[in-house]
């Protein structure tokens, strides 16, 4: 038990300095950066230093995996270095057994990053792109958001009020959320490959009383037994439509600045609306996945770093450098091929830790005992 303290106690001191040394190198880098920015645009000191409170929390996100196996690699390191681990295996202790706590704080840790990233992040993340909105960008903070050229698709049984057999095409020109109103809508039903119904429109308005869409000064059109009637209306209720304002604007997010509920239900309504969601599901599984890197580095670090007892500090530096390039080459790339539908957004997102947790356990397996 003593034993394990100690250990412990030297993984979390060189954690703690790992980390912010790496957010500080993250922080002065970028602030470098952005100076010339904020000093045009006139920045009080106290936005900038909001600016970089809200990135903090994405820092020690990003710079937790490298820390962590910094860390495994210098506190097993300066065991060996200084002959405590070779005195531990004599007193009986096994390899494994001395490692031990180190995975039970990787473990910890990944799950602490796990519960940080969906509940701080995402919030941080959205203040942090407001900040920059206003105060670099110089867009009002009551600009609302304005989208255009959309289009959904709509199959059997997305909307409760008919569950027939149809396809529902919605096509809009232009929308603007202050007011929840759409220019330039087509609507279009089909039955297998024939279209039996079509709405066109030059308005459509969100009705938050009635929780539907009506369409404005439109034509309705209607496809039966090859005849086609056309009629003009004033206002036309649409609550077979299924989609809702809250649905459109989710699409201006980030998936950063999402919490894992949040782009699960947009990945769902995409989905649901015809959509080919691949493009989000990679970051949703990475969602996951990256926090669980912090105990599988550890995994593969401590191993490695007991391999190379006589091995120096700018060793361990550069071994941990190294490493944590690939893993974050291997994550990167894997994210892009799982976006684009090169490999299942599943298999994409956690590719790195199996990669890395199958090296780990090879190493682990190994080393001397």
Known sequence: MLLDRYVSKKFLLNLLFSLAAFASIFITVDLLEALSEFIDRKVPALVVMSYY???????????????????????????????????????????????????????????????????????????????????????????TARLSNLYFQESAGS?????????????IGYYDDAGKMAQRVSVQQYHGLFINERLDAAQMRWQESANRWEMLQG???????????????????????????????????????????????????????????????ADLYLKISFPLANFIIVLFGAPLAAG???SGGAVGVATSLVICFLYFGTVKTSQSMGQNGTLHPLFAAWLGNIIFLAAGLVILVRVRK
């Open 53 to 143: 409170f809200y990135y903090f929390p994405y820092i020690i996100i990003l710079s937790m995996p490298v820390a962590m196996l910094l860390a495994a690699m210098f506190s097993v390191g300066q065991l060996g270095k200084y002959n405590e681990l070779t005195a531990m295996l004599a007193a009986g202790r096994s390899l494994h057994r001395i490692l031990l706590p180190l995975f039970i704080i990787g473990f910890l840790l990944s799950g602490a990053m796990l519960l940080f990233a969906e509940k701080v992040m995402p919030v941080a993340n959205q203040r942090k792109a407001e900040i920059k909105q206003h105060y670099i960008d110089r867009m009002p903070r009551n600009l």
């Open 159 to 171: 909307a409760a009020a008919d569950t027939s057999n149809f396809v529902r095409r919605i096509f």
């Open 219 to 281: 034509y309705r059109r209607r496809f039966e037994g090859g005849n086609e009637t056309l009629a003009r209306f004033d206002t036309l209720a649409l609550p077979e439509l299924s989609f809702t304002p809250q649905v459109l604007m989710k699409v201006q997010k980030e998936p950063a600045e999402m919490s894992y509920r949040e782009l699960q239900q947009f990945i769902r309504e995409v989905a649901r609306n015809g959509g080919n969601p691949e493009r989000w599901l």
């Open 308 to 310: 190379r007892v006589r």
